[in-house]
């Protein structure tokens, strides 16, 4: 009896010290920090996609040049998921390369921002004022009327979308102004059309070769492109839209072709991926693509009396997230929505590329979306 207790006793010992040990290894297993941080990010924008929600995202953020985070939700179309490497019409962003592309042109003294117009155009339109200067156009100091509010510019488009409008005929879409040259600020898309004319008038080529000169290859942005001019290669991001204003989304790709490219132009016509896309801040804001001089000039903001929107500066918004002031611009055009931002304190980008347009939450979504996951990873530094 005594034996058999003794033997019980060993055996229980060695059960002891067998949960023991388990229990240490199990304590000394390090967690995977940055795959859990990776799941929370998914987790937001899990959280605003899905029915009345967002139809697809893609999103990239970058510290100090490096992407550390890739984030991807919904479909592209059918069974299609959002992959990394889907090409999305940014929209308005294409407005900071443009910008970009003048400021390097003026560095290079093929051009200044006190030219007026009529050094480089003669339009001979009633509503274009050709004392406005080139700094005015950057600014948004003009007073033009947008010419996409113009009654016969969309049946023209749709009348034929297979053929494309040649960028000087926009500018008779151009309404009559809104007030003098100089008075206030006022967005507006003919200012940048103007500006894409200007670009070829001054370097004689097209406004896709001066871009892949200057900011594409150089930088190599390699998945982005300016359709306007040249094709796009790659899977892109299958475009919708509520057409109708019946609250259901339409796949418009098949709209999408020469019409539609030429008359976006250089107001928003420029496509790339999240990653590519969070890059080209890094080289706009933190890289040597512009000299000092003259990234002040582009960050001269002028106030504007909006909650989010507080400033305006050549090419650039400055904008409120997660309660720091951040540099860069947002985006809508038929069938996309983009916002793309950088913070110089932290010197964190972010890309965030969407497939719809004209969704009742989708505007609201999209900046809760970047607002939310800024928030996480300005806690996280």
């Given amino acids: 009896m005594l034996h058999l207790n003794k033997v019980i006793k060993v055996f229980v010992c060695i059960l002891l010290l067998t949960a023991c040990s388990n229990d240490e290894s199990k304590e000394e297993t390090p967690i995977d920090e940055d795959a ?47 992959a990394e490497d889907m090409r999305f019409g940014i929209a308005s962003i294409t407005k900071t390369f443009v910008a970009a592309t003048v400021l390097k042109l003026e560095e290079e003294g093929q051009l200044s921002l006190n030219d007026p117009i009529s050094k480089w155009l003669t339009l001979n339109l009633p509503n274009i004022d050709e004392s406005i200067t080139i700094r005015q156009l950057l600014g948004h100091f003009t007073g033009l009327l947008g010419y996409f509010r113009h009654p016969d510019i969309w049946p023209r ?26 008075d206030r600020y006022e967005y507006s898309n003919s200012n940048y059309l103007i500006l894409g004319l200007i670009i070829e008038a001054v370097s004689q080529k097209t406004v896709g070769e001066v871009f892949r000169e200057k900011l594409f290859g150089p930088l190599q942005l390699n998945s982005t492109y300016f359709p306007a001019n040249e094709s796009i ?24 072709g020469p ?10 016509d420029v496509f790339s991926t999240a990653s590519d896309l969070s890059m080209w801040p890094q080289h706009l804001f933190n890289g040597s693509l512009l000299t000092q001089e003259t990234k002040n000039k582009m960050l001269d903001f002028t106030p504007i009396d909006d909650t989010i929107f507080t400033g305006y500066g050549l090419g650039v918004r400055e904008v409120t997230f997660a309660a720091r002031s951040m540099w860069g611009h947002t985006g809508g055009m038929r069938g996309y929505g983009s916002y793309m931002f950088y913070d ?38």
Avoid: C
Wanted: hydrophobic letters at 35%; glycine letters at 8%; proline letters at 6%.
């Fill in 344 to 381: 110089p304190t932290t010197k964190v980008s972010i890309a965030m590329l969407n497939n719809q347009s004209r969704s009742q939450n989708g505007p609201l979504l999209r900046y809760e979306l970047v607002n939310e996951l800024l928030q996480k990873v300005f806690q996280s530094l």
């Fill in 259 to 268: 019409a539609y490219h030429s008359v976006f132009y250089t107001a928003a």
């Fill in 36 to 82: 859990l941080f990776l799941s929370e990010l998914q987790s937001i924008v899990d959280s605003k996609i899905g029915a009345d929600k967002l139809l697809g995202a893609s999103i990239s953020i970058r510290i100090d040049g490096e992407e550390r985070w890739k984030l991807q939700g919904g479909i592209s179309s059918g069974d299609t998921p959002i």
């Fill in 157 to 182: 488009v749709e009348g034929n979308l297979e053929t494309a409008i040649p960028p000087i005929e926009l500018a008779d879409y151009v309404g009559e102004p809104l007030f003098a040259p100089g």
């Fill in 233 to 256: 290669t790659g899977p892109i991001a299958t475009p919708w839209r509520d057409s109708n204003g019946d609250g259901t989304l339409q796949n418009i790709s098949s709209e999408f």
